[in-house]
């Protein structure tokens, strides 16, 4: 098992290569001859990943989530799946690259680095704990997702402005529907974050005798949640549109890389177990 594993553990970053490679090509040549096998070839990608986290529990017995090189590669799993679940929503396929080169850069730097660990302290054989990590960090994938689809909107809405009708302008979707991709993408992380957010609230306290509602990675993650909840509400609520909706996501995504790096950093917390 452990020789499959470091097969698959190789494999990935060149599967995921492939698949950005597919999605990029079909997106400079404008073409609809890919249009379904690049969304075939991402599919066989996440299902290969797939199996490898599977078989990464089963062989070591805990969820890979022991040290930050797994964590990575979970990362990496979470932005695809996001990305896939958004785009047979929508049907929109051309927007594709622009997500899965994240992909490539975390599993990549997963594969070179990434430890086996068999001896690990009990609490992180959890399946609850896989769950609310893992949770948060397709939650995170969201809303990471949400901001790059940020970005797409800006660009976009700087050509427009300049009159330049070329690659970018024919080949990326609207302006509005690239509003309402960021905005998908926010609900599916804000989503994920709840569960996330239910679970730890409930189980952590039994599972470690020094939780405290006051953690710093607890309430981050709470910010982060009540920051996107209102973007949402005032979108669906308030009639909120356009460029405002936009520099919400990426503001809102910014503030929450920078409370995950002021949480992981320069604070104390029960979540630095491992």
Do not use: C
């Amino acid at each position: 098992m452990k020789s499959v594993i470091d097969f698959l553990n190789i494999l990935l970053p060149f599967a995921y290569t492939a698949t950005f490679s597919i999605y990029f090509y079909d997106f400079m040549k404008g073409g609809k001859k890919l249009t379904n096998s690049k969304r075939l070839f991402l599919f066989l990608t996440l299902i290969l990943h797939s199996i490898y986290l599977v078989i990464r529990i089963i062989a070591f017995n805990h969820p890979p989530i022991t040290n930050v090189f797994e964590i990575f590669t979970v990362l990496a799993f979470s932005v695809s799946f996001a990305y896939f679940i958004l785009e047979l929503l929508t049907d929109i396929r051309n927007t594709g690259p622009f997500i899965i080169i994240i992909s490539i850069i975390f599993q990549a730097i997963s594969s070179l680095f990434i430890e086996d660990l068999v001896e690990v302290k009990e609490i992180l054989r959890s399946n609850l704990l896989g769950s609310h990590v893992f949770s948060a960090l397709i939650g995170y994938a969201g809303i990471t997702i949400s901001a790059v689809y940020g970005l797409l909107y800006l660009i976009l809405y700087k050509e427009i402005k300049l009159n330049k009708f070329g690659i970018v302008f024919n080949q990326l979707p609207s302006l509005e529907v690239l509003e309402t991709l960021s905005f998908y993408s926010a609900v599916i992380g804000f989503f994920m974050l709840t569960i996330a957010i239910v679970v730890g609230v409930i189980w952590l306290p039994t599972a470690f005798p020094d939780f405290s509602y006051a953690d710093p990675k607890l309430i981050g993650t709470s910010i982060v949640w009540i920051l996107y909840g209102l973007g949402i509400a005032s979108k669906l609520f308030g009639n909120w549109r356009g460029r405002k909706v936009i520099l919400f996501s990426i503001i809102g995504y910014i503030l929450a890389i920078l409370s995950t790096l002021l949480s992981n950093f320069l604070a104390q917390s029960f979540h630095s177990f491992y």
